[in-house]
């Protein structure tokens, strides 16, 4: 067992070394931890500003043991971490935070929404197909057009297909691999929403104010934050939060997207199990941002404040956009976080910038 809270000084492991590692483990170390990072990778971004990295599969027998003899627990920074991975590491007797409940459910859509939908929040209706008749006759259970997705490993928009008549439905699923699926109805949304939550080992819980967000092709491009909306907008996204985090026993921060209705009705997309992108903002908006809010949360601190101290528009720099960092290092209200890819691929997340004004 591990003893909590954790002080300064332990090391605790990331499955995981992408910026999202990156920016938790420079958070981390401003609280005095030293983290060690696994990811197959044998150069991750995260790896640099990391005490250790161990390269190698998640799945590794040795790596996660040597893994476990290094870290006094463990986190991750991605869903897609294999549940055999976690049950290794938790046979070897070392925590992973947050616990497999979470896991099982954020790696499967129909496991997620099932999940959501029992605890008290809304989804458009969905129904799951494992065949090509199946997906068709889930078309007309949910209506046109209805939009399928894999159940699992989709990730910024991948893996999706929209699907305009029952008839089309084969072709979708032969198109997706022939995998398990779901059809989701669509989503007449007037916004995108998320909200970043956290939940402490104690049970007590910190949301930050909503974020607005806009995606092109799947991809987030850009986050503004606190969102405007109704005081019983905020209620109910913050209800949905705590219900959520109650729900999976959860201990650390939490990523659930949101899709606004018209007359402000919120159904939840997604959850991330996980610090997300559309909380980037609080790096710079709050005094306590995501990634130490989850390093506080695991490490059995106190929840820091959630409250925003400036209004922030937050910018993904994706493939060669992130050349343009000498212009935004000029812009006296840009912050500026940069990951440390080594390569611009198109679309690739390469940094991001938050334009930071007075409430
Ligand atoms: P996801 O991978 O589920 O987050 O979906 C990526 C994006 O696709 C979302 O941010 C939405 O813009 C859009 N989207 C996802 N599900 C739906 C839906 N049921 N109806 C309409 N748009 C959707």
């Known amino acids: 067992m591990t003893d909590l809270p954790l002080a300064p000084g332990s090391t605790i492991g990331i499955l995981g070394g992408g910026q999202l590692g990156r920016m938790l483990a420079v958070a981390a170390s401003r609280l005095g931890f030293d983290i060690v990072i696994l990811d197959p990778d044998p150069d991750p971004p995260a790896g640099r500003v990391s005490a250790h990295a161990i390269p190698a599969p998640y799945d590794d027998p040795r790596a996660l043991e040597a893994l476990a003899a290094a870290a006094s627990l463990v986190t991750y920074e991605f869903e897609n971490v294999p549940a055999g991975a976690v049950a290794k590491l938790a046979e070897i007797g070392v925590e992973v935070a947050p616990g497999p409940l979470a896991l099982k459910v954020a790696q499967d859509r129909w496991e997620e929404k099932t999940f959501l939908n029992a605890n008290g929040a809304a989804t458009v209706a969905f129904a799951k197909a494992d065949t090509a008749e199946e997906a068709v006759a889930a078309v007309e259970t949910v209506g046109a057009p209805a939009l399928m997705k894999t159940r699992r490993e989709g990730y910024d928009g991948k893996g999706q297909r929209w699907v305009e008549h029952a008839a089309e439905a084969d072709r979708a699923f032969a198109e997706l691999g022939g995998v398990p699926v779901i059809l ?157 890819k080594r390569e611009a691929k198109p679309g690739r997340k390469m940094g991001h910038v938050n334009r930071v004004k007075a409430l």
């Open 184 to 340: 989701e109805a669509a989503a007449a949304f007037e916004r995108e929403l998320s909200i970043i939550a956290a939940r402490g080992r104690d049970g007590s819980m910190a949301v930050y104010p909503l974020a607005e967000n806009h995606h092109e092709n799947g991809i987030l491009r850009r986050s503004i934050a606190p969102a405007r909306l109704s005081p019983q907008a905020r209620e109910q996204a913050e209800r949905i939060a705590a219900r959520i985090l109650t729900g999976l026993d959860y201990v650390g921060v939490i990523g659930v997207e949101l899709f606004e209705m018209a007359g402000g009705n919120l159904l939840v997309n997604e959850i991330a199990p996980r610090v997300h992108n559309t909380g980037h903002w609080t790096m710079d908006g709050c005094a306590v941002d995501q990634f130490e809010q989850h390093i506080r949360a695991v490490a059995g601190w106190p929840l820091g404040p959630t409250h925003a101290i400036a209004r922030v528009e937050m910018l993904n720099l994706l493939g060669d956009e992130v050349d343009g960092w000498r212009r935004f290092a000029g812009e006296p209200e840009t912050r500026v976080h940069l990951y440390g």
